[in-house]
Nanobody
Framework: QVQLVESGGGLVQAGGSLRLSCAAS????????MGWFRQAPGKEREVVAA????????YYADSVKGRFTIPRDNAKKTMYLQMNSLKPEDTADYYC?????????????????WGQGTQVTVSS
C-alpha cells in the first residue's frame, strides 16, 4: 500500500521560508517521479514542481522559479519542497504526488498516488 505523508506546512509572513517534506512508503521511491501540486481556494490544483527518480531532472512552474527547490533523498524515501521568498499568492494546500516511470510529467492526471495535503498560509 502506497502512502505519501506531507509535513511542514504552516503560517509564515511574506518573504519568509518553509520546507515541506513528503515521506513515501510502499513504492520503489528511486524509480518514481515525484511532484508537488497546490490548490488555492476556488482554484484548480496546479503543479508547482516535479523531480525525476534520479533527481537529475526537475521542473518548476514559472510562478515559483528561483524561489522554490525540490530536492529528494532516495535513501530516506523523502522529497522536499524548499520555499523561499514566499508571497501571499503562494497560500494554498500543498500536495505530494508520485508516479511510476521516468518521464517528468507535470499534469495532475499523470500522477497515481497522492498525499493528504498540508496547508501553507503566507500573510502579507
Amino acid at each position: 500500500q502506497v502512502q505519501l505523508v506531507e509535513s511542514g506546512g504552516g503560517l509564515v509572513q511574506a518573504g519568509g521560508s518553509l520546507r515541506l517534506s513528503c515521506a513515501a512508503s510502499g513504492l520503489t521511491f528511486s524509480s518514481s517521479t515525484m511532484g508537488w501540486f497546490r490548490q488555492a481556494p476556488g482554484k484548480e490544483r496546479e503543479v508547482v514542481a516535479a523531480i525525476s527518480g534520479s533527481g537529475y531532472g526537475t521542473y518548476y512552474a514559472d510562478s515559483v522559479k528561483g524561489r522554490f527547490t525540490i530536492p529528494r533523498d532516495n535513501a530516506k524515501k523523502t522529497m522536499y519542497l524548499q520555499m523561499n521568498s514566499l508571497k501571499p499568492e503562494d497560500t494554498a494546500d500543498y500536495y505530494c504526488a508520485a508516479k511510476g516511470g521516468w518521464s517528468l510529467d507535470t499534469t495532475r492526471k499523470d500522477y497515481l498516488y497522492w498525499g493528504q495535503g498540508t496547508q501553507v498560509t503566507v500573510s502579507s
